[in-house]
């Protein structure tokens, strides 16, 4: 069976451009219980990160544990700042025995950005799942420098998975 291809893959799941972050996204889940504000139980997306070289999750944090799953395609390295000073690059992927994990939780507050490291299929389908659900508001992307003179030993990759030139930090108004 030939794998399917980024425009099918695409298309099948019906996925848009994720502003700011990068890759091409779906919102697959919204829980319909909310708390007093209004905030949703939980919340999941797919994520697809193609070898379009702009196609990467860019650096950012957010205000709740974040657990990531590798689904199909190449492996993706995910760098994980934590507020400790400490940090991880990790592999997310099926080979099990190499090291590569196929889920990973980043806590709150904790960097992140990911990015596929080449591979046969010139893809990778991700997703990531929050409990209590993605808030907009909590999302902050950032420059590379503050994040290089907190953890100088990730510099390279750091600036690898930061936009430059990006002036918005934020999500859009009234993304979900």
Request: with cysteine; charged share 20%; proline share 7%.
């Amino acid at each position: 069976m030939q794998p399917p291809t980024v425009d099918e893959v695409v298309a099948q799941l019906g996925l848009a451009p994720l502003p700011v972050e990068g890759g091409l996204y779906r919102q697959v889940w919204r829980s319909s219980i909310v708390d007093a504000a209004g905030r949703p139980a939980g919340t999941a997306i797919l994520l697809l990160l193609t070898d379009d070289p702009d196609s990467f999750s860019a650096m950012h944090r957010l205000g709740t544990d974040e657990c990531w799953h590798f689904y199909l395609g190449d492996p993706v390295s995910l760098l994980e700042l934590r507020a400790d000073g400490s940090s991880d690059w990790l592999t997310l992927g099926h080979d099990l025995v190499a090291g590569a994990v196929v889920q990973h939780v980043v806590p709150a507050g904790a960097w992140m950005g990911a990015v596929r490291d080449g591979g046969p299929h010139g893809w990778s389908l991700l997703g990531t799942t929050m409990a209590p659900g993605f808030e907009a508001s909590e999302f902050e992307a950032s420059e590379a420098d503050p994040l290089v003179a907190r953890w100088p030993s990730q510099a390279s990759r750091i600036r690898r998975l930061v936009r430059a030139g990006t002036a918005l930090h934020r999500l859009p108004d009234g993304f979900e």
